[in-house]
């Protein structure tokens, strides 16, 4: 081959081929150039990168250039052979592109030693030349190349050295046949989708020293193979009606979906094969019990059988006491009768019975069973396994199934999922860690005995429960176990878990559970989820830190000793009694996050019991019947929030520890929502709690105009210079109906104040804000507005919805608010569409304005097109 046409063949190189090159005796040789290398460049276009910069920075640092302008590299030829022995074909191709050295080291012989040209375009001239260039290579692949078997012949007569052959997609000749015979180097065939011969009648294949051999998916009438070395044949998928085998070492033959072989042929053909260890039949419908009987007596070492597909047989008195591997799929004939010869198989070791649908039983001992598949099995009633060895079952899709009673030492996971009628299940596992068993409907509270400690799993440690809806009483007493799910168990009503290494358990679903104990467990977490009708809990639990038992309304008894206990929701456990929160307190005094929302049936000693718990910071008692809170002023002193929403029985004076004499000085949020204070205690609040970030006064009826001047001291409990320090961020007045005016002056030094919601407030008239710091202001619905002044330079999200302001009073309202971006005036009958789009130009900030679509009605369609299109660019 020519330098230049050699260069070509290099630069459409396919990167196909992902093999190891260490120190490469092989090498996937690139095809011609073709249409398909554009695509290639595309791909390799970053590793070309990288290559071009490695040999820039190289010639820099070791490179000289000579009179010729040629580069020249201190390298010797065998320290370039190292280094290109570790480069992929399409480097090796790039690398003989930088210099004349290299273009010989990446030429070596020992790099192209494998010549594959699959789904190339490579003419017969090509390809002669590179056979000529390297005679020792010992790999060629011409599969789909449009002269295949011109190819192929060439290969075979050119290649001294050849030992493996990959040809297909095409006519292959007898001639080419008879030519193999000649190489004696070769050791491996593949021909895949070939006509063999001119016309397709009779093949013949001779070879001394051929060990394997694949001829799948071919037409020719029939077959001649005398190979006296052959060890592995595939005529896999072949139209041939005989095949006449002379192969007598022959190991390894698959004749699976042949579909013109008779039951006769497939006998002669496999008995003349005494040798034979594996055997692949699958699909083929006639094969019959006999012919399998004579195969056992004639190939007494078969390892391996895959029989699928196989309509007619059944295995009666089939006995092969070497077999390791047993596939039997979709065989209809397979019934009880047949497992006890199959258990005459004292090796087997993988058992494969999908889709056998006769067969009422499996019982089977054997020592060597490691894997055994039962897929679509319906009238499959009972399992029995007994072997040591065992360590993957899978059951799937067998509804007749009741009764499984498995003995092994190896078996590690078990998933019976779905088996809805399964009620009987023994266990004998020492190895098993984890076992799946959702939607077993039908299993009984006895499941529970196999997974105790007394029963035959000790090693077990994850566990799955779910939608098993015969369950009602679940008892484990288990050392080992650290995951449980009873997910959707919604019959269970009891559940007793003496588990000490439980870590995670899930129990949605169960809504019918009513008593619980969890003595010990080594949950950090536990969320009970919606558990109605729960009303005894006892928890022992060493390591738990998040406990979250909302919306037990009957919860009415409970123990719970967790020493680690950081967080605690008891939202609307409403029969949560008096007795129980100094119990929980004691035993876990770590509490810093205590819900107690809706607790009726606490009262005045089971608030006193707080004071135990010194590193409480968030304490919700809302919609309680709290009236004192002295021992929370008194004890918690590192509380942060405070959540008093609705506690109707708080009276004014109960709050002024808070202004009076500084208590709880760490408070940052205090939410009075829906309560019965004055406006007095609601002033002194917001005059003197200046450390105050969040407060929220939410549908608070007695509250009236916020208009005082909070920072001018007239509260005598405050100094008028302290004002300074005023932190607050967030003040929320949503829904108060007595609201009338709203005015915070400069005076009143909120400087922290970043939002404020008055939404709902649906008499307030008038709203005067100076807030240096204001980002958010909602007057959503506060339909009598009818004064809007604001002085905030940062405000940058305005929302009336609903109100009836004019558009000159929004105009003059945000002419002033230079950072506005987000303006809602949806439902806000007195704007108009040309006042939304003079609404951008007071306030060019603008950059989201909401409107309802009624309001561009009135313009037509003309405005309306201006007016989205405007709308467009301010979004």
């Known amino acids: ?47 070309s990168s990288r290559t071009h910069m490695f040999c820039h920075n190289f010639i820099l640092n070791h490179g000289r250039k000579d009179d010729d302008s040629q580069v020249r590299f201190d390298l010797t030829d065998d320290v370039l052979h190292v280094v290109f022995s570790f480069l992929k074909h399409v480097d090796l191709c790039r690398s003989a592109m930088v210099c004349r050295q290299w273009r010989v080291a990446s030429a070596h012989e020992d790099f192209w030693r494998v010549l594959k040209f699959k789904n190339m375009s490579i003419s017969i001239d090509q390809f002669e030349n590179m056979c000529h260039r390297y005679p020792n290579a010992t790999r060629v692949n011409v599969y789909g190349v449009p002269a295949v078997n011109a190819l192929a012949m060439k290969a075979a007569t050119t290649l001294r050295n050849l030992e493996i052959l990959t040809i297909g997609n095409g006519q292959i000749s007898e001639n080419f046949f008879q030519i193999l015979g000649e190489c004696n180097s070769l050791r491996s065939v593949t021909i895949s989708d070939a006509i063999l011969g001119s016309v397709p009648q009779e093949i013949h294949l001779s070879h001394d020293r051929l060990h394997k051999l694949k001829i799948r998916k071919f037409s020719a009438l029939r077959l001649s193979i005398r190979c006296q070395q052959l060890r592995s044949l595939s005529l896999k998928g072949s139209n041939t009606v005989l095949a006449m085998l002379n192969c007598p070492l022959l190991q390894h033959l698959d004749i699976a979906s042949c579909h013109k072989l008779q039951d006769a042929d497939i006998r002669s053909a496999v008995t003349s094969c005494p040798q034979l260890e594996s055997l692949d039949v699958s699909n083929s419908s006639c094969l019959s019990n006999e012919t399998l009987r004579e195969i056992a007596q004639a190939c007494a070492a078969l390892h391996i059988l895959n029989a699928s597909h196989c309509s007619n047989i059944s295995f009666e008195s089939v006995h092969l006491p070497m077999l390791t591997v047993l596939k039997l799929r979709s065989c209809e004939r397979i019934t009880a009768a047949s497992m006890t010869w199959i258990a005459n198989s004292p090796a087997l070791e993988v058992l494969e019975l999908d889709n056998c649908n006769m067969f009422t039983s499996v019982a089977l001992h054997l020592s060597c069973l490691q894997s055994l598949i039962l897929l679509n099995c319906r009238k499959f009633v009972e399992l029995n396994l007994q072997s040591t060895m065992l360590s993957s079952i899978t059951v799937a899709n067998c509804l007749a199934l009741r009764r499984v009673t498995i003995t092994s030492n190896a078996l590690r996971r078990l998933a019976l999922k779905k088996q809805e009628n399964l009620t009987e299940l023994v266990l004998h596992c020492q190895s098993l860690q984890e076992v799946d068993l959702s939607g077993c409907k039908s299993l009984s509270n006895t499941v529970c005995e196999s997974f105790n400690d007394a029963g035959g799993c000790p090693l077990l440690k994850s566990l799955i429960l779910d939608n098993c809806e015969s369950l009602t009483e679940v008892r484990f007493c288990n050392s080992s176990l650290s995951s449980l799910s009873l997910v959707g168990c919604r019959a269970v009503t009891s559940l007793a878990l003496k588990c000490p290494r439980l870590e995670q358990i899930c129990l949605d679903g169960c809504d019918n559970l009513e008593t619980a104990f969890f003595k010990p467990v080594a949950l950090r977490s536990l969320n009970l989820g919606i558990c109605p009708k729960l009303s005894v809990l006892s928890i022992e639990a060493p390591y738990m830190v998040s406990l979250d038992l909302k919306c037990f309304g009957r919860l009415s008894e409970s123990s719970i000793i967790c020493p680690l206990l950081t967080s605690l929701d008891a939202s609307f456990c409403g029969q949560l009694r008096d007795d129980c929160l100094p119990a929980i307190t004691a035993s876990c005094p770590l509490v810093e996050s205590l819900v107690l929302m809706s607790c009726s049936s606490i009262g005045s000693v089971g608030f006193s019991s707080l004071k135990g718990l010194q ?101 005598n409990q405050e100094p008028a210079e302290t004002s300074t320090n005023r932190l607050l961020q967030n003040l929320s007045c949503v829904g108060c109906p007595n609201i009338r005016k709203v005015l915070i002056p400069p005076a009143a030094r909120f400087n922290h104040l970043s939002s404020l919601n008055l939404s709902l407030c649906v008499n307030l008239k008038e709203v005067d804000l100076a807030c240096s710091n204001l980002v958010l202001l909602n007057l959503s619905n506060c339909c009598s507005l009818e004064v809007l002044k604001l002085g905030c330079p940062r405000l940058s999200t305005l929302f009336l919805q609903s109100c009836k302001m004019d558009e000159a009073r929004v105009e003059a309202a945000i002419s002033g608010c230079g950072s506005l971006e987000t303006l809602d005036l949806r439902f806000c009958s007195k704007i108009s569409s040309v ?41």
Not at 633 to 650: E, P, W
Not at 670 to 684: F, K, P, R, V
Not at 846 to 857: D, E, T, Y
């Open 835 to 875: 006042s939304m789009v003079r609404l951008q130009t007071v306030c060019p900030s603008l950059k989201r304005v909401f409107s309802s679509p009624n309001l561009l009605q009135d313009q037509g369609f003309a405005s309306n097109v201006l007016l989205y299109t405007t709308l467009s660019r301010l979004y």
């Open 615 to 715: 590193n409480l910071s968030v304490l919700d008692l809302s919609y309680t019947c709290v009236m004192n809170l002295e021992p929370i002023f008194k004890s918690c002193i590192q509380l942060k929030v405070l959540k008093l929403q609705a506690c109707k029985d708080l009276t004014d004076s109960s709050l002024e520890p808070l202004y009076k004499e500084g208590a709880l000085p760490a408070l940052e949020e205090l939410d009075l929502s829906y309560g019965t204070l004055c406006q007095t205690t609601i002033d002194d609040l917001l005059a003197c709690c200046t450390h105050l970030t969040h407060l929220s006064l939410n549908g608070c009826v007695n509250m009236h105009d916020l208009e005082h001047d909070w920072g001018s001291g007239e509260s």
């Open 1 to 47: 081959m020519e330098e230049g046409e050699l260069k070509r063949v290099w630069s459409s190189t396919d990167a196909e081929d992902d093999d190891t090159y260490h120190k490469r005796p092989k090498l996937e040789c690139p095809a011609s150039a073709s249409s398909d290398s554009s695509s290639m460049e595309e791909r390799t276009v970053a590793s």
